[in-house]
């Protein structure tokens, strides 16, 4: 949480000074910066991701040297859930919460001629980035430690492809329907990563072991 | 209010002991922080047991448990066991701290979210008295320092005179301040928490239920917090006091001059705990000298200790196994006995040395807790209760702060780990949260802002 924390803030810093030096009364301008904020700050993203499984790399690395038996207290593949959903945690909430606040008081939803589904499509879109920072937390660990650059380069360009869907905003189709199907390929991917199968699956399911 | 300068004189003199003691703990008790003195003489202790154990094992056939031969290795084995329960505890240790300051700063931020009173302006404390309603801006920034000085001052004052009193032994002195300074924490200030939180909600109490209410809220807090009581009340009192005062604090401090007091205090922390001829530092060293636990109401402290007696006459009879020795202490558990006051585990550091010793240490880890200076618990409440104040309604602030705070705890702790001795809580936590909150306030907020208005999400 702490690390995507810094990762919002650098970005903000970066559109801020941008925003700062430039004409503000120039629409397009205005909106391109906005893009170019959002894209920068996806990397950006990404980048505090790498920087935090190098430290939890050495972590384990002096866990390992410490215990007993070889063999750290935590894996690398718990570390990794963790790690993603605290990325989640902290992007769903600082996306929502105040959102959350002003939905306490009173008002009424779209009343100048915006979506009404405001609320609802909110709470949706943070649904699905919280889970898809979970998932692609483990296929990056996942692909850092077995060193697949491929898997590393998915997960970037489907979080931008995600970031760039919220741009048809308010056109719900085109922003919900794509993250949510990315979403399930992402969570089949990390299940089949983490060694699940469709027997384990249904064995699980059928409450069989 | 006149009524509340005059009060502020003793209602600043807890606060000021309380500031002063950070990250400090009671010497004879092997707890995890501070108090290095007293676990390094008991893990010395445990070594030279060990060592004689070791050297014994040749000539000890009937002995099964020793099958090391070279005494060096057994020595850096046991080390690197011992480091290895200490960061496995020191974990845990961080997860029992990272609750109560939690819990202490949820308690803050929803008071001020929901209680006008506390938002609202309505005179300062003596201790800062310059007024910051000035037309300009540098004239305001200089008041604000001023009244850094006076406060830092005074607390440096209060500090001062607190060492001298425990050197001099004036035991029943600083016993009468404390007891003083917590009845009227107890007492006045809940009373008018109650007041506003009912005036907000509207609801109507009568006198004599409200009477009721807090005399017994107050008479089992003096008595959960000075003398025995079960842990947990004891720790909800001390979250609860810590509460109270970092909401006096927001309320009348002004707004610059309660930036500029952070981080002025966490400077003076550092000075002071690390300094050699720094107070605190010599607070706690004579302490440990004395071998005698730091006042209890000034510390929060997250696990108990037991007694010695009855951790002696179990080491001639642990041979047959731990089981025992677990039965024993959950026997225990059921009757809680006091925590601060002697408890000398150092010498129960004398484990038999036929015995692994690892199962018996790590009760002692387990029992070990971790103390934390109530100071650090009111001034962390008190930056992210002013965040939550004046951060132009926005929660984000809030949170950022509240998360680069117990990331600093977590800094805190693990070099508490590594260096072993008594550490001050406030600067790192302190920095990086003044740090977030200004970020947060001028740079996060309009990306944000703009960023929810479109609809984007990053």
């Known amino acids: ?116 589904l405001y609320f609802l499509t909110s709470a949706f879109m943070t649904m699905v980035l919280i889970f898809l920072h979970t998932f692609w937390g483990i296929l990056f660990f996942h692909g850092c430690e077995h060193r697949c650059w491929w898997e590393i380069t998915a997960v970037v360009i489907m979080h931008l492809a995600v970031s760039g869907s919220t741009f048809c905003n308010p056109l719900y189709m085109g922003s919900l329907v794509p993250s949510y199907l990315l979403m399930a390929t992402a969570a089949t991917w990390a299940y089949l990563l983490s060694g699940g199968s469709a027997q384990n699956l249904r064995r699980f399911l059928l409450c069989k072991f | 209010m006149i009524t509340f300068m005059n009060n502020s004189d003793s209602e600043e003199e807890p606060c000021n002991e309380r500031t002063s003691l950070m990250s400090a703990e009671s010497p004879p008790v092997p707890s995890y922080q501070d108090g290095l003195p007293a676990s390094e003489a008991g893990e010395a202790q445990a070594h030279r047991k060990r060592r004689t154990g070791g050297s014994r094992s040749p000539n000890n056939i009937a002995d099964g448990d020793m099958s090391d031969s070279g005494v060096p290795v057994r020595e850096s084995a046991l080390e690197n066991e011992e480091e290895e329960l200490t960061l496995k505890y020191g974990a845990k240790h961080v997860i029992m701290l990272f609750v109560p300051v939690t819990l202490c700063m949820i308690v803050v931020v929803a008071t001020i979210k929901s209680v006008r009173f506390y938002t609202e302006k309505n005179g300062q404390l003596i201790y800062t008295p310059f007024s910051e309603d000035t037309p300009s801006v540098g004239q305001r920034l200089l008041n604000s320092v001023l009244n850094t000085i006076i406060m830092i001052s005074v607390i440096v004052v209060m500090t001062v005179f607190l060492v001298l009193l425990y050197k001099y032994r004036c035991y029943k002195f600083i016993h009468g301040w404390l007891i003083l300074s917590s009845l009227m924490l107890l007492f006045l200030f809940t009373y008018i928490y109650l007041g506003e939180v009912l005036k907000t909600y509207n609801v109507a109490m009568d006198y004599p239920t409200l009477f009721l209410v807090i005399w017994n809220f107050g008479a089992v807090g003096m008595i959960c917090i000075h003398w025995k009581g079960p842990l947990q009340l004891q720790q909800a009192y001390l979250i609860m006091i810590s509460a109270l005062m970092a909401l006096v604090f927001i309320k009348y401090l002004p707004e610059w001059s309660a930036w500029v007091i952070l981080g002025a205090i ?193």
């Open chain 1, 1 to 116: 949480a702490f690390f995507w924390l810094m990762s919002l803030l650098l970005s903000s810093l970066i559109w801020f000074i941008a925003v700062k030096a430039s004409d503000p009364r120039d629409e397009p301008l205005q909106k391109g910066l906005l893009i170019f904020g959002v894209m920068f700050s996806v990397l950006l993203q990404e980048a505090f991701r790498f920087l935090y499984y190098k430290l939890l790399r050495k972590a384990i690395e002096g866990l390992v040297a410490l215990s007993e038996d070889g063999c750290s207290p935590i894996s690398i593949q718990q570390m990794a859930y963790v790690a993603g959903m605290g990325f989640g945690l902290m992007s769903g909430t600082f996306s929502m919460i105040n959102l959350l606040a002003d939905a306490l008081g009173p008002g009424t939803v779209g009343i100048h001629g915006d979506s009404q």
């Open chain 2, 266 to 458: 966490s400077i003076y922390d550092l000075m002071a705990v690390l300094c050699p001829k720094g107070p605190l530092r010599m607070l706690v060293e004579t302490a440990q000298e004395r071998n005698e636990p730091i006042f209890p109401a000034l510390i929060y402290s997250s696990a108990m200790m037991w007694t010695v007696g009855m951790a002696k006459p179990d080491t001639a009879a642990r041979g047959p196994s731990r089981q025992t020795w677990d039965a024993a202490e959950d026997g225990r558990e059921n009757h809680r006995s006091p925590s601060h006051t002697d408890s000398q585990m150092s010498e129960t550091n004398s484990p038999v040395p036929t015995r692994p010793i690892t199962s018996f240490e790590e009760l002692e880890e387990e029992e070990r807790g971790v103390k934390l200076g109530l100071g650090d618990f009111i001034f962390y409440s008190v930056l992210v209760g002013k965040a939550a104040a004046t951060a132009s309604g926005d929660w984000n602030t809030t949170l950022a702060c509240f998360v680069a705070i117990l990331i600093g705890l977590c800094l805190t702790l693990l070099l508490l780990a590594v260096f072993k001795k008594a550490l001050p809580a406030l600067p790192i936590s302190i920095t990086f949260g003044l740090v977030f909150y200004f970020s947060t306030d001028n740079l996060v907020r309009p990306f944000m802002d703009t960023l929810a208005s479109h609809q984007l999400y990053i």
